[in-house]
């Protein structure tokens, strides 16, 4: 395997593994009371969870917040774009249970292990 496409198999390794990682956090007895304290749905930290995800295996481990917002869907029957204040509290969900680290608009995922 080129040096390209195990860079590429690395990264969407970690992706999902991550990606994994967060949504199993997210179903556990501690996170169903942060989603309650938070105010977030397991679909839309799921949907945001994918899309941030998504630019991690592409090689962009720092994505912006305005960017998932566009790409993540409300949850609803209607495929719009998260609001930024609903947006805000899945960030501060995801902040609190140490999965990501944000600075202003920017989102970092925490735990990725090799990026190469």
Known sequence: MSG???REVILM???TR???AVMRDTRSEA???ARREHRVSYVSIEQ???VI???V???EPTVSLKDVLERTENGDLRPLPLSERRGRRLLKFLVARGHVTAT??????????ELL
Do not use: K, S
């Not at 920017?106 to 292990?113: A, D, F, N, R, T």
């Open 4 to 6: 390209h496409g195990r």
């Open 13 to 15: 390794a970690n992706a």
């Open 18 to 20: 991550w990606c994994d």
């Open 31 to 33: 996170g169903r009371v």
């Open 48 to 50: 945001l969870t994918r």
């Open 53 to 55: 995800a998504g630019y």
């Open 57 to 59: 295996g592409r090689g």
């Open 104 to 113: 202003g608009d920017l989102i970092q995922p925490v735990g990725l292990g």
